[in-house]
């Protein structure tokens, strides 16, 4: 079956520590994007991956870090720098390399700092 | 003002009303839109895009008003289904911006 996974869906971390968030995709998509939703919020992006090996930060990338090596491959790391990083992560693609495409959602990942 | 801007929820109907929503956006230049479905802690998936000259789904209609910058979805005979968030989307130059969502709870 084609699509986005994400794993793990529930991710448990102690305040100081990094922690990274795998995203997959085998829908041969080009573009591949990562937000953070908090409740009563809207998806706010975090950073973006047109092609691979090149990146571009969002409107919240303070405190991350991505990667794009692989076409299919787009893992997200909250480092211990992201002062509030408890939420409910969600990873997407598109088929192009414009964000109005129809954008594809993985799973989500909810991190927790305890 | 923010970019986007939905109707606060939640909306609580009975099964078979009619709702509708409503978002506003900020930015003229704004060209694609779109709305989303979420369920409880699932994550978002394409409910239908808007057209300038509305376009409806099924159940579902979209209406766009430039002019007025808004976009609206409406929800006829609704099922106890539809219970969701309905998140807007708009699509500024070089930008997707994602409404808060409205909520809508369809009861028995």
């Known amino acids: 079956d084609g699509g986005i996974t994400q794993s793990p869906k529930y991710l448990f971390r102690k305040e100081g520590q990094n922690v990274t968030l795998s995203c997959e995709q085998n829908?041969?998509?080009?573009?591949m994007y990562w937000y953070r939703q908090d409740p009563g919020q809207g998806l706010r992006l975090i950073y973006y991956?047109?092609?691979?090996?090149?990146?571009q930060k969002g409107d919240i990338a303070e405190g991350y870090s991505v990667s794009r090596e692989k076409k299919e491959s787009f893992p997200l790391t909250v480092t211990s720098a992201q002062k509030n990083p408890t939420a409910f992560y969600l990873c997407?693609?598109?088929?192009?390399?414009?964000?109005?495409?129809?954008?594809?959602f993985g799973p989500g990942t909810r991190l927790t700092v305890l | 003002r923010k970019e986007v801007e939905q109707d606060p929820g939640p909306f609580n109907v009975p099964e078979g009303a009619t709702v509708a929503f409503n978002c506003t956006y900020s930015n003229s230049a704004s060209q694609s839109f779109f709305w989303y479905r979420q369920d409880c802690r699932k994550e978002p998936k394409l409910l239908m895009s808007v057209y300038s000259s509305g376009n409806e789904d099924g159940r579902f209609t979209a209406q766009l008003n430039r002019a007025s910058q808004y976009i609206s979805l409406l929800i006829r005979d609704s099922k106890l289904s539809d219970s969701a968030t309905y998140l807007c989307?708009?699509?500024?130059?070089?930008?997707?911006?994602f409404g808060q969502g409205t909520e809508l709870s369809v009861k028995p």
């Open positions: 829908l041969n998509h080009d573009a």
């Open positions: 991956s047109q092609i691979v090996n090149d990146f």
């Open positions: 997407a693609s598109t088929p192009g390399r414009e964000g109005a495409d129809t954008q594809y």
């Open positions: 989307v708009v699509n500024p130059p070089g930008k997707l911006i």
